[in-house]
Protein backbone atom coordinates (compact mmCIF):
# COMPACT_ATOMS: atom_id res chain seq x y z
CA UNK A 1 0.00 0.00 0.00
CA UNK A 2 1.22 3.47 -1.05
CA UNK A 3 -0.04 6.39 0.90
CA UNK A 4 0.93 9.75 -0.68
CA UNK A 5 0.96 13.17 1.16
CA UNK A 6 2.18 17.07 1.48
CA UNK A 7 0.57 18.18 -1.47
CA UNK A 8 -1.69 21.34 -0.94
CA UNK A 9 -2.08 25.27 -2.45
CA UNK A 10 1.15 27.30 -2.87
CA UNK A 11 2.35 30.36 -4.92
CA UNK A 12 4.94 30.51 -7.80
CA UNK A 13 7.88 30.26 -7.03
CA UNK A 14 7.40 28.38 -3.77
CA UNK A 15 8.07 24.75 -2.47
CA UNK A 16 6.50 21.72 -2.06
CA UNK A 17 7.72 18.39 0.00
CA UNK A 18 5.58 15.16 -1.35
CA UNK A 19 6.23 11.68 0.56
CA UNK A 20 5.05 8.63 -0.15
CA UNK A 21 5.21 5.62 2.62
CA UNK A 22 5.15 2.13 1.61
CA UNK A 23 3.66 -0.82 3.63
CA UNK A 24 3.58 -4.49 3.01
CA UNK A 25 6.13 -5.85 0.37
CA UNK A 26 9.74 -4.93 0.50
CA UNK A 27 10.50 -1.58 -0.09
CA UNK A 28 14.04 -1.91 -1.23
CA UNK A 29 13.02 -4.16 -4.17
CA UNK A 30 10.87 -1.61 -5.72
CA UNK A 31 11.43 1.12 -8.32
CA UNK A 32 9.74 4.09 -7.24
CA UNK A 33 8.64 7.19 -9.26
CA UNK A 34 6.57 10.10 -8.99
CA UNK A 35 4.04 10.57 -11.84
CA UNK A 36 0.85 13.32 -12.71
CA UNK A 37 -1.98 14.21 -13.56
CA UNK A 38 -3.25 17.42 -15.03
CA UNK A 39 -6.93 17.76 -15.30
CA UNK A 40 -8.29 16.36 -18.99
CA UNK A 41 -4.19 14.82 -19.49
CA UNK A 42 -2.91 11.51 -19.15
CA UNK A 43 -0.23 10.19 -16.10
CA UNK A 44 3.24 12.44 -17.36
CA UNK A 45 6.25 10.95 -15.64
CA UNK A 46 7.92 13.11 -13.05
CA UNK A 47 10.89 11.27 -11.41
CA UNK A 48 11.92 7.51 -10.58
CA UNK A 49 14.77 6.58 -8.30
CA UNK A 50 16.88 2.99 -8.11
CA UNK A 51 16.89 0.48 -5.81
CA UNK A 52 19.53 2.04 -3.71
CA UNK A 53 18.95 5.36 -4.73
CA UNK A 54 22.03 5.65 -6.48
CA UNK A 55 20.47 6.58 -9.41
CA UNK A 56 17.88 8.95 -10.13
CA UNK A 57 15.92 10.05 -13.28
CA UNK A 58 13.99 13.14 -14.42
CA UNK A 59 11.42 14.19 -16.71
CA UNK A 60 12.78 17.67 -18.07
CA UNK A 61 9.97 19.60 -17.73
CA UNK A 62 11.07 19.38 -13.64
CA UNK A 63 14.85 18.80 -14.09
CA UNK A 64 16.66 21.01 -11.75
CA UNK A 65 13.82 22.26 -9.83
CA UNK A 66 12.81 18.53 -8.30
CA UNK A 67 14.79 16.38 -6.50
CA UNK A 68 13.99 12.62 -5.38
CA UNK A 69 15.01 10.70 -2.74
CA UNK A 70 14.03 7.59 -0.69
CA UNK A 71 14.66 6.40 2.82
CA UNK A 72 15.17 2.51 2.78
CA UNK A 73 15.25 2.57 6.86
CA UNK A 74 11.45 4.26 6.71
CA UNK A 75 10.09 3.22 3.60
CA UNK A 76 9.53 6.30 2.37
CA UNK A 77 10.07 7.98 -0.82
CA UNK A 78 10.12 12.21 -1.22
CA UNK A 79 10.05 14.72 -3.79
CA UNK A 80 10.85 18.37 -2.65
CA UNK A 81 9.47 20.75 -5.75
CA UNK A 82 11.16 23.84 -5.58
CA UNK A 83 10.47 26.79 -7.96
CA UNK A 84 7.09 25.81 -8.68
CA UNK A 85 5.12 27.37 -11.83
CA UNK A 86 1.19 27.33 -12.56
CA UNK A 87 2.11 24.30 -14.81
CA UNK A 88 2.90 21.91 -12.22
CA UNK A 89 -0.66 22.00 -11.19
CA UNK A 90 -1.77 18.55 -11.17
CA UNK A 91 -2.44 15.53 -8.46
CA UNK A 92 0.60 13.94 -8.01
CA UNK A 93 1.02 10.19 -7.45
CA UNK A 94 3.61 7.97 -6.11
CA UNK A 95 4.05 4.68 -7.97
CA UNK A 96 6.12 1.24 -7.08
CA UNK A 97 7.84 -0.92 -9.76
CA UNK A 98 9.36 -4.49 -9.61
CA UNK A 99 11.28 -3.63 -13.20
CA UNK A 100 14.60 -3.83 -12.35
CA UNK A 101 15.19 -1.14 -15.25
CA UNK A 102 13.73 2.62 -14.03
CA UNK A 103 10.79 2.97 -16.35
CA UNK A 104 8.78 6.21 -17.47
CA UNK A 105 5.67 4.66 -18.69
CA UNK A 106 2.35 3.96 -16.11
CA UNK A 107 1.98 0.65 -17.02
CA UNK A 108 5.08 -0.94 -16.26
CA UNK A 109 4.56 0.32 -12.33
CA UNK A 110 2.59 -2.57 -10.00
CA UNK A 111 1.11 -0.42 -7.14
CA UNK A 112 -0.03 3.16 -7.15
CA UNK A 113 -0.40 5.67 -4.35
CA UNK A 114 -4.05 7.43 -4.69
CA UNK A 115 -2.47 10.90 -5.35
CA UNK A 116 -2.37 13.94 -3.61
CA UNK A 117 -3.12 17.40 -4.92
CA UNK A 118 -0.23 20.55 -5.87
CA UNK A 119 -2.01 23.72 -7.00
CA UNK A 120 0.86 26.47 -8.00
CA UNK A 121 -0.60 29.90 -8.01
CA UNK A 122 0.45 32.80 -10.22
Known amino acids: QLQASGGGLVQAGGSLRLSCAVS????????MAWFRQAPGKEHEFVAA????????YYADSVKGRFTMSRDNAKNTVYLQMNSLKPEDTAAYYC?????????????????WGQGTQVTVSS
Open 95 to 111: AASTKVAMPTTPTMYNY
Open 24 to 31: GGTFNAYV
Open 49 to 56: ISLSGGRI
